[in-house]
């Protein structure tokens, strides 16, 4: 019976040559073509671009917490002293200091946006003087952050109230601050503040834009809604 060998594989020498960009080929293997390397790139970039973008980190929720912030402790001193003999009313849960309560929000490692609850309002000088902050929301981008809250303020010419709802109050200075922890408890301390000029007709042009105010304070915690709220029992003969 006869057999017959099979013809060993020519390689062109042309495969054997550097290629035009400047690379070798190795003897005996065929290039690739740029085609098709191209087409693949642009397959994975595709399919990179179909993955949601909170798959590869999920925000981090903020299921309690409060904001400890005096304001501004001149100013302060200043409705309740012997010139202005008026008065500070914590109000809507938020307590002498001040201490804004019920933190909620999301973040994710140096970035985050929470609202407290609560909120202060001031009276002097025989109600000449009138201002309320409330509604106070706190955002951190990297080194970064805000202070944004609803002001109302007399104006001490006119006497008209005027309302600057969510208006940036101050900058913040995040420093040297922690991350946001995904579970458990993260504190801010001494976070330094700074006044806004968007923010000093509603300080009744009390203070100049860039003003120091007291610095702020925030505790965070951090967790799953589920984790704490449980699912109510079953009812017995639901199961």
């Given at each position: 019976m006869l057999h017959f060998s099979t013809p060993?594989?020519?390689?062109?020498?042309?495969f054997l040559h550097p290629d035009p960009g400047g690379g070798h080929a190795?003897?005996?293997?065929?290039?690739?073509?740029?085609?098709?390397?191209?087409?693949?790139?642009?397959?994975?970039?595709?399919?990179?671009?179909?993955?949601?973008?909170?798959?590869?980190?999920?925000?981090?929720?903020?299921?309690?917490?409060?904001?400890?912030?005096?304001?501004?402790?001149?100013?302060?001193?200043?409705?309740?002293?012997?010139?202005?003999?008026?008065?500070v009313t914590p109000t809507g849960g938020a307590t002498a200091g001040f201490t804004f309560p019920s933190a909620a929000g999301t973040g994710d490692g140096e970035s985050f946006s929470v609202g407290v609850t609560g909120g202060v309002q001031f009276s002097g000088h025989e109600g000449v003087l009138e201002m309320s902050i409330s509604g106070i929301q706190v955002t951190r981008s990297g080194?970064?952050?805000?202070?944004?809250?609803?002001?109302?303020?007399?104006?001490?010419?006119?006497?008209?109230?005027?309302?600057?709802?969510?208006?940036?109050?101050?900058?913040?200075?995040?420093?040297?601050?922690?991350?946001l922890a995904p579970t458990g408890t993260t504190t801010y301390s001494n976070v330094a503040a700074s006044l806004t000029a968007e923010a000093v007709p509603a300080f009744n042009d009390f203070y100049t834009a860039g003003t120091a105010m007291d610095p702020v304070s925030l505790t965070l915690v951090t967790g799953s809604d589920d984790a704490q709220t449980p699912d109510p029992l079953p009812t017995p003969g639901e199961e």
């Open positions: 060993a594989r020519v390689v062109p020498s042309k190795m003897s005996g293997a065929v290039t690739r073509p740029r085609g098709a390397m191209a087409l693949l790139a642009t397959l994975v970039a595709a399919l990179v671009a179909l993955v949601p973008a909170g798959a590869a980190s999920a925000a981090t929720t903020v299921v309690d917490g409060q904001l400890d912030w005096g304001i501004k402790s001149s100013f302060v001193s200043y409705i309740t002293g012997p010139i202005a003999h008026g008065t080194s970064t952050g805000t202070l944004v809250a609803t002001v109302s303020s007399k104006d001490r010419d006119s006497g008209v109230t005027n309302s600057y709802p969510n208006v940036t109050v101050a900058t913040l200075d995040f420093t040297g601050q922690p991350a």
